[in-house]
């Protein structure tokens, strides 16, 4: 699985991007678990607030074909999607 971030936004407005993948990571099983079940109508509405990050994930399930992709706003992030979402941006 091949998962790539973008991170806009934020009060200095820079951005991040990274991808990783899962295939040569240690905690690659998380990863892929923490991935497959996202679910962007949970994840909010993707909209931005002022000065907080809006993260771009798309997700390459290698054996599904074309890549997921979804929008989460900072404010909608749980747990599980942060860390995915940090885990790869630190790639």
Do not use: C, N
């Amino acid at each position: 699985m091949i998962l790539k971030v973008v991170r806009s936004g934020g009060f200095a407005g820079l951005m991040a991007s990274g991808e990783l993948d899962t295939s040569a990571q240690p905690d690659s099983e998380r990863l892929e678990q923490v991935a497959r079940g996202l679910d962007g109508a949970r994840l909010g509405s993707g909209r931005p607030q002022p000065d907080r990050y809006v993260y771009r994930l798309q997700v390459h399930d290698t054996g599904a074909g074309e890549p997921t992709e979804l929008t989460v706003a900072e404010q909608d992030l749980d747990a599980d999607t942060a860390w995915l979402l940090d885990r790869v941006l630190q790639s």
